[in-house]
């Protein structure tokens, strides 16, 4: 009997410990909803009925992912995108952890994307698919624009083909085998040097 109590202690101990866990898992990350859709599946008695989640998730600290997931309910649904994006998770260098490095341009199928670093201040300028990616990156300043398909799953996977070409001058100047302060010299040392050519 005494081994049986200690035994269903052990498990309610072992049911706290994990619930922890998760518990910490839910902080670490930000997940947000970008579209939920019925989908129809026809059989042979009629039409079997559900519902598709895409969820973006992030740390807000450089890293994203997203995921989506099917089932007869929504909640179940929304868990497994959520789920799938926790494992589709890339780290994007920011710089000052607020912003882009540099401009880039992302596409994926009709989908065709635009992201420009902006100055502290300017906010997330973007449309609902695109902000909800850089919110849970953790980006605060970016000026973002879609130029082809007004589709959420085309918009967040151009979205992150954009930020998955974001370099940081760390890495550049660790393959080049040269100073950061080079690598920054250099990039504005080009632009004043474009700049009075165009004068």
Not at 144 to 153: E, I, V
């Amino acid at each position: 009997m005494a081994r049986e109590d200690r035994q269903e202690r052990g498990d309610r101990q072992r049911g706290r410990g994990r619930g922890a866990a998760d518990r910490e898992d839910r902080d670490e990350f930000v997940d947000k909803l970008v579209a939920i859709n019925r989908v129809a599946k026809v059989v042979k008695g009629g039409k079997n009925f559900g519902f598709a989640a895409l969820v973006v998730v992030g740390d807000q600290k450089g890293r994203v992912g997203f995921g989506k997931g099917k089932a007869r309910e929504v909640p179940e649904a929304i868990r497994k995108a959520s789920q799938e994006a926790k494992r589709s998770l890339v780290r994007i260098p920011l710089r000052e952890g607020r912003t882009l490095h540099h401009d880039a341009a992302g596409r994926w199928g009709a989908g065709k994307v635009v992201l420009r670093a902006a100055p502290p201040g300017t906010g997330i300028i973007a449309g609902g698919p695109m902000r909800a990616v850089f919110e849970t990156l953790g980006v605060q300043d970016v000026v973002a624009k879609s130029l082809g398909s007004s589709n959420p799953y085309n918009m967040v996977r151009a979205t992150i083909d954009a930020l998955k070409a974001q370099t940081s001058p760390r890495s550049i100047s660790a393959k080049r085998g040269k100073k950061v302060s080079e690598i920054l010299a250099g990039r504005h040392g080009g632009g004043e040097q474009a700049g009075a050519d165009a004068a």
